[in-house]
Each structure stands twice: as structure tokens, then as C-alpha cells.
């Protein structure tokens, strides 16, 4: 199991990690309004191993029409120790500490406290930003980060990626999770938050893996 956790540092938000909570579309942070998706984007090791790489050097997010600026991996983050299970055995820790990978573009993987600028729109509706990497998990059936606002967003909130290979079914899931609270005024009238949650789902799961994703 390979985790990372970025713990310090302000995001415009309270509720940090709300998107990993089981109860997160019935009891959503105040204010806030939830969206969850989820798609079946094939099956075996394979996949999953090479979803996983695509979802960590940002290519949701790209497919979305979103540029990426001044990503900045957290100082940090270089070297944390060793840390130990339950059982008191080491855990290797988070390759993302050890060695910095960056993809063809030069642009760094996700990492745990990373900051970076998102520029774009969707659909004619803004998708910029300053966002955190608020935390990234890579184990053997599961690999995804966690996304906060720092600010200059048109909705405070966060946003989780997870490829998921269940172990029951050999199928691999890629599921996007999110909670936004509006900031700019027009993003209050009704139905925009949403509208807008939606067509940035919808480029999300697609660019993971477009050739075979199914829709639940």
C-alpha cells in the first residue's frame, strides 16, 4: 500500500476528505452540493495499471480542455520515513516521495501538496482555478488523489478520482466524486452548480478510457 496525505496548508474550504465520506450525497458539506459518478472502463491488471497511470499524469483534466499551469510539487514532500502498519511491519513509502515522475510534456504526476492553476472552459462555463493535491493513494487495487480549491474558482470545494480493480468481479471502475459550494453569483441560480459538475463528469470518465467505457 502506497499513500500520501498533504496536511498542512489552507484550502478555501472546511470539510477536507468530505469526498471519501460513505455518506457523502446524503450529508454533503453545508452549502455544498454533492455529485457522485461512476463508469465501468474494463476489467483485469492491465487496465487498471494503465488507467491508473493516465488518471495520475492529469489526463481527466486535459481531455476536459483544461490547461495546466504552474504545477508545483510541495517541498515537502521529498522524503517522510518509514512509517508501520497495524501489525507493526514497515510500509514502503509513497514513490511519489522518493523520485518525482513528470509525463512526455515535462508537467510533474500528481503528488500530495502539490499546487496548481487550471485554466478553461466547459461548455461555455469556467473551470479555472487554484487547486491542492490533497492527498494520493496507490495500493494494489486502488489508485486515485484528491483535489482542493485554494481559491480563484468559480465553486469552493474538492474533487476525488479513484480506479478502482475489485477483486470479486476482475472489473476496473474509474468513479469521480465531488462537492461544490458556488462563489460567484451566477453560479448560485439554480442548477448551475450542477450543470457544470456534470459536463466536467462527463469529459472525466470519458478520457480515462474512451474506447470502452460503459455507463452505470
Not at 32 to 38: F, L, N, V
Not at 64 to 88: C, H, I, M, N, Q
Not at 177 to 187: G, T
Amino acid at each position: 500500500m502506497r499513500r500520501g496525505t498533504f496536511r498542512e496548508g489552507t484550502v478555501d474550504y472546511a470539510a477536507v476528505g468530505a469526498t471519501h465520506a460513505p455518506d457523502l450525497m446524503q450529508y454533503p458539506p453545508e452549502h455544498s452540493i454533492p455529485a457522485e459518478d461512476s463508469w465501468r472502463i474494463g476489467s483485469g491488471e492491465d487496465r487498471f495499471r494503465r488507467a491508473g497511470e493516465a488518471l495520475l499524469s492529469w489526463t481527466a483534466q486535459r481531455a476536459a480542455g483544461l490547461e495546466l499551469k504552474d504545477v508545483r510539487p510541495d517541498a515537502g514532500t521529498a522524503y517522510t520515513g518509514v512509517s508501520f502498519d497495524a501489525e507493526g511491519a514497515p510500509i514502503a513509502p509513497n514513490r511519489n516521495q522518493v523520485e518525482q515522475r513528470f509525463d512526455a510534456e515535462g508537467t510533474p504526476f500528481v503528488a500530495p501538496g502539490m499546487t496548481l492553476t487550471l485554466r478553461g472552459r466547459v461548455k461555455g462555463m469556467r473551470a479555472d482555478g487554484e487547486l491542492r493535491v490533497i492527498s494520493v493513494t496507490e495500493e494494489r487495487r486502488r489508485i486515485g488523489f484528491v483535489l482542493g480549491t485554494l481559491g480563484g474558482s468559480v465553486v469552493s470545494g474538492e474533487e476525488s478520482f479513484d480506479i478502482e480493480w475489485r477483486e470479486d468481479t476482475d472489473q476496473v471502475w474509474f468513479t469521480v466524486r465531488a462537492f461544490d459550494a458556488p462563489v460567484s453569483l451566477l453560479y448560485r441560480l439554480p442548477g448551475m452548480v450542477r450543470r457544470r459538475r456534470r459536463e466536467l463528469f462527463a469529459l472525466y470518465l470519458r478520457a480515462i478510457s474512451p474506447l470502452y467505457a460503459t455507463p452505470v
